[in-house]
């Protein structure tokens, strides 16, 4: 099963697709990010964050999404532009007809470390770990949508 992990912003929307043969076989098939030029309009940013995850998902054929559900944002300035893109991601998802399943970041930490208020460096080690990765991997936002699709394979 190829599950695609994302973790959804405006400037920066990871995205980690890896396949699960067991819960004990993951493998990493491709991560990065969706990066948005900080002076283009709002709607430019969320056409292009459109356009690169329909060209991921054509490439990769995913069977399932994972998606971090909006918890709790420390910064209320951030909120909006992220619901945006958040928008953007699942309307995407849904006109490509794959099943989305939704998870908080401590379930996420709770599925990949076994604790649901692990620091985010430990999240990433067990990323590496989990997949079998010479390095953790960067940007932040690939490595946390690598842990989404982990979550999945194991919460679901």
């Given at each position: 099963m190829k599950i695609l992990g994302l973790d959804p912003g405006t400037a920066t929307t990871g995205f980690g697709i890896i396949?699960?043969?067991?819960?004990?076989?993951?493998?990493?098939?491709?991560?990065?990010?969706?990066?948005t030029p900080p002076n283009t309009k709002d709607?430019?940013?969320?056409?292009?964050?459109?356009?690169?995850?329909k060209s991921i998902i054509k490439e990769f054929k995913p069977d399932a999404v994972s998606i971090e559900k909006l918890y709790f944002f420390k910064n209320q300035k951030t909120i909006i532009p992220v619901s945006q893109a958040r928008g953007v991601l699942l309307l995407t998802i849904a006109n490509s007809k794959i099943p989305i399943f939704e998870f908080t970041?401590?379930?996420?930490?709770?599925?990949?470390?076994?604790?649901?208020?692990?620091?985010?460096?430990?999240?990433?080690?067990?990323?590496?770990?989990?997949?079998?990765?010479?390095?953790?991997?960067?940007?932040?936002?690939?490595?946390?949508?690598?842990?989404?699709?982990?979550?999945?394979?194991?919460?679901?």
């Open positions: 396949e699960a043969t067991t819960q004990d076989e993951l493998s990493c098939l491709h991560y990065g990010a969706i990066i709607e430019e940013r969320l056409i292009s964050i459109h356009s690169e995850l970041p401590p379930q996420v930490k709770m599925a990949v470390t076994g604790y649901g208020r692990a620091q985010k460096r430990q999240v990433q080690e067990m990323v590496q770990r989990l997949l079998n990765l010479e390095k953790i991997p960067k940007p932040d936002d690939a490595a946390d949508a690598l842990a989404l699709a982990i979550a999945y394979s194991y919460l679901i």
